[in-house]
């Protein structure tokens, strides 16, 4: 079993990176694999709701992680992405790669266990956290907890290895995620019949 861990940050090596190695670090003494994968630091697209993921199978645009992501994901049994706080919500870049990736591909996520985790210097954390873990919501993903909310506390690079609770939290939460692939993955579930989606629009 694998789990995908996606840093959200363009600093390759700084406090979510460290808040993500914490987590994998556990997984693996808990007998899940991980890889971490960067979004980096060059410009990403947003989504301009063209479509033509439904006819490619992937996003239109190729030039940014997005479908790295995807590619990834397809590989993983769980998810987990961290991201900085910025004014309070993800970072954007973080965000716009996380729309295209959830939309031109949800049939990769459906069933696979996720987490969010946000690193921050002082507040806007739990904002952040929801504001990430919302699509998770929409793909029949479920959400593994921890001791608290998914939070480390960091402003300088390497400060969150400091944040004691905040490493604690995040192995915790590696515990409880290597708990649940093991227990899908020894049980052989039988997953929830799913209804075709109905959707309903306000404006007729």
Request: aromatic content about 8%; proline content about 5%; glycine content about 10%.
């Amino acid at each position: 079993m694998k789990a995908l861990l996606i840093n959200g940050s363009a600093r390759a090596n700084g406090n979510t990176r460290i808040a993500l190695e914490e987590v994998g670090k556990t997984l693996k003494e808990n007998g899940i694999d991980y890889e971490i994968v960067g979004i980096g630091p060059k410009p990403v697209h947003g989504c301009i709701a063209c479509g033509r993921c439904r006819e490619l199978g992937r996003c239109v645009f190729d030039d940014d992680p997005c479908n790295l992501f995807s590619e990834k994901l397809a590989a993983s049994d769980a998810l987990i992405v961290g991201t900085p706080t910025y004014y309070g919500q993800p970072n954007g870049a973080l965000l716009a790669v996380m729309q295209r990736l959830f939309y031109s591909r949800s049939d990769l996520a459906m069933n696979k266990p996720a987490a969010g985790i946000a690193v921050c210097r002082r507040g806007g954390a739990t904002a952040a956290l929801q504001s990430l873990t919302m699509v998770f919501q929409l793909q029949h993903m479920p959400m593994v907890t921890s001791q608290y909310w998914n939070i480390v506390y960091g402003r300088a690079e390497g400060e969150a290895a400091l944040d004691t609770e905040g490493m604690q939290t995040m192995r915790a939460l590696g515990r409880n995620m290597a708990f649940l692939l093991q227990r899908i993955h020894s049980d052989n579930p039988s997953y929830p019949e799913r209804e075709p989606w109905n959707p309903m629009h306000f404006i007729r």
